[in-house]
């Protein structure tokens, strides 16, 4: 028994066994699909569809995705344009093995219907499993500080009123504010800190040696005394 199905705008006489290519259909390899545009049953009592043969059916198994080979044609300018181009092409084809022919029943048979990769919106027929997810990025880790935090910081200045941090050479009036975010208000705090308190406000604040460097515990110290 043999059957002529439709599918692709193109017509093929087939019988179990057959391996064709046809236009690509949405189905992944080793799926199992079913044309239902039978044109016609031959064999001892052939059947003519009208236009197709109603419950007729050709079952085939998906063996690959593939493409033809590579089409080339030129295009040429005309009139004054001297110049010429090549295009390729390369056809996307389904390759696939017939299993069997139903001569009635299959439209209660089950099996996933041929269907065009044109007809199925959005149908990637490569699509594999589905992508995992990105790994959620990891919170940056505390960059680890040099020296020892000063004990003697203040969420704010004592008596609501904070010392002229400005008067220290080189802070001005950006760098006397980012000192009150750290909690530094007053001479005297400054004049407190050791070498490894020194250490950490340098790393912390990105000072690059600068209280030492300018003198600050010095000066502090001055002005402390000064306000006594």
Excluded at 42 to 58: E, F, L
Excluded at 70 to 82: A, C, E, L, N
Excluded at 122 to 145: I, L, N, Q
């Amino acid at each position: 028994m043999f059957a002529v199905l439709k599918t692709g705008g193109k017509q093929y006489r087939v019988q179990a066994g057959d391996v064709l290519r046809v236009e690509r259909i949405a189905a992944q390899a080793g799926e199992k699909v079913q044309f239902n545009e039978i044109l016609m049953i031959g064999g001892d009592a052939p059947v003519i569809g009208t236009p197709i043969v109603d419950g007729a059916g050709v079952q085939a198994e998906v063996i690959d995705q593939i493409k033809a080979d590579k089409v080339i044609h030129y295009v040429k300018r005309r009139r004054k344009h001297s110049s010429q181009r090549t295009k390729g092409h390369r056809q996307k084809l389904t390759l696939l093995r017939v299993t069997d022919i139903l001569a009635s029943g299959a439209d209660a048979s089950g099996v996933k219907a041929a269907i065009g990769t044109g007809s199925v919106s959005g149908f990637a027929v490569e699509a594999a499993a589905p992508a995992p997810k990105p790994a959620k990025k990891a919170a940056p880790a505390a960059e680890a500080v040099e020296g020892t935090k000063p004990a003697n910081l203040l969420t704010e200045a004592r008596d609501g009123k904070a010392d002229d941090l400005k008067k220290i050479s080189g802070v001005g009036p950006k760098l006397e504010g980012l000192l009150h975010e750290n909690g530094v208000f007053h001479f005297d705090q400054i004049a407190a800190w050791g070498p490894a308190e020194i250490a950490y406000m340098d790393d912390k604040l990105s000072f690059k040696g600068r209280i030492e460097r300018d003198g600050w515990i010095d000066q502090a110290k001055q002005f402390a005394s000064e306000q006594e």
